[in-house]
């Protein structure tokens, strides 16, 4: 089969053979990159696996899913405790960064990997269930409370799973993207500008200037959630976040709360607003042409929200 691989800055397209042994097998229909795999990417990285965790696919008996990338102990404290994104074994067995993930013709996942789909979701948009659920779990530690006003900045498609989390939690929203086609699209779900203040100001830039942003838009007593990546440290005006009394609230992947996933409520949105997937997905491209995927995915001027691979 064909599966993508990391090598000194480049992705390559490699014939390898089908994965074997436990686990259940998923024929991938769509997989997404993700703004962390351009990241892993320009790190030249040295991942040895292959590469991919925002997939969805189909089962040997056809039943389509899409596959949560965390393979935890189910054994630990926080496991026991629904926070399996916290697992003492760490993220370095996450499916597409520890581990082989799905930017291939198929993968083997443990079946507590697999996420059911409602019927009405096309397993070609089914990839846009993982940054979704990033975006659930976010609003679920930040407790996002229905008529709240939420802001997001940043308008990529964290961003934008964010703005359309918030708006289906009855919260009003408003947006702040670099690009005008992230501003239409943020509107499009239902978003309006910046204006005055916010209860809860969501960092999707992974930028300082857009923390220190979010501290102007947040009132007192307010919430950041700082959903962005700050691979290298962040630098906060913290007098502002003192003198506001402003609760930071960080999170990481996505979990369960009691026996409901992230990733189900997830899929349960999706279902009921496929506009997401029209939206966010940008461009389609077949597995072959993965270089001309990555150099679209990393153009972000060139108007690419989401850029999905249909091996
Ligand atoms: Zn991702
Ligand atoms: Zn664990």
Redesign the pocket.
Known sequence: MRAVYFKDGEVELREVPEPSGEGVRVRVRSVAICGSDLHMLELKSPLNCVIGHEVAGVLDDGTPVAVEPSM?????A??RAGD?NL???GSGRSLGVGCDGGMADELRVPGSCLVYLPSNIDVRDACLVEPLAVAVHGMRQAGLEAGQRVAVVGGGAIGLCAVAVARAGNATVGISARYDHQMAAGKSFGAGGIEGSYDLVVDCAGTEKAVNSAIKMCRPKGKILVLGTHWNGLLLQHIQVMMKEITIVSSFMYAANGAVRDFDLAAMLLSRHPEIARVLITHRFPLAEIKQAFAVARDRKAGAIKVVLEP
Do not use: F, K, Q, V
Request: hydrophobic share 25%.
């Open positions: 935890p102990c189910w054994e630990c926080s496991c399996y697992c003492a074994l």
